[in-house]
């Protein structure tokens, strides 16, 4: 399996006309490496943390889906702006399934179909040519700090940033590691025992003095 491209983009290309061309990237979208986190996405693309594409943030696609198009000239892998491009995945085949990628684990869900800008940025033919070919939508499930050298098309691991919690429902959206979490240490303990039993204390009192006007008003 060989990584063959990686796409990370704030904004969408695909855009009004395809006569009128794609809008350009106001960054670099090629990428040498990404950071996945679990269950929002690559940091810095469109749909990082878009709670309406929670499940479909990361797209998919194999790269002989090209090679079967039989074009006469070759296509940069990113035209097709999927996040990911492999060779020997069966990228197609991981709808519904759960699968790992380099180490991070990934769920698939629903197929990415093709639009009719592959007629302009592929070649004339390609909407109809990547019917059904178009790579799959899926969801982290691992966060994870990785990269993949494109230049020699092989791919290499580096070191996580963040922790990985394999025992928890990283696929829910939780607290994020990079916002400071409150610590509560042991000398907090008594301090919030005294808050809850005040609380306590005061909550009986309130229904005493209520109690006591109810049968007030009842004499």
């Known amino acids: 399996m060989e990584i063959i491209a990686l796409l990370v983009s704030p904004t969408h290309a695909f855009e009004g006309r395809p006569q009128d061309g794609p809008r350009p990237d ?3 979208a090629e990428r040498d490496h990404v950071e996945v986190r679990a269950g929002l996405g690559l940091v810095g693309d469109r749909y990082f943390d ?11 696609f ?15 892998p990113h035209a097709v702006r999927r ?11 991981l709808v519904g399934q759960e699968f790992t990628l380099d180490g991070i684990r990934f769920q698939g869900h629903r197929p990415a179909n093709p639009c ?19 790579g799959v939508r899926c969801v982290p499930l691992t966060t994870a700090c990785s990269g993949w050298a494109r230049r020699c098309w092989k791919h ?21 590691p990079d916002r400071a979490q409150p610590h509560l240490g ?8 005294h808050r809850w039993r005040a609380r306590r204390l005061a909550f009986r009192a309130s229904r005493t003095v209520r109690d006591g006007a109810r049968g007030a008003r009842a004499w």
């Open 26 to 28: 106001p960054v670099p």
């Open 156 to 176: 290499r691991r580096r070191n996580a940033c963040w922790p990985r919690h394999e025992h928890t429902p990283v696929a829910v959206r939780g607290p994020r």
């Open 50 to 60: 878009h709670r309406a594409h929670r499940n479909a943030a990361v797209t998919l």
């Open 83 to 93: 996040n990911i491009v492999l060779r020997g995945f069966p990228v197609d085949e």
């Open 116 to 134: 009719k800008w592959m007629d302009v940025v592929v070649a004339p033919g390609a909407f109809r040519g990547l019917r059904g070919h178009g």
């Open 62 to 76: 194999a790269a002989e889906s090209l090679d079967a198009l039989h074009l006469a000239q070759p296509v940069d």
């Open 186 to 193: 042991i000398a907090d303990v008594p301090v919030l025992r």
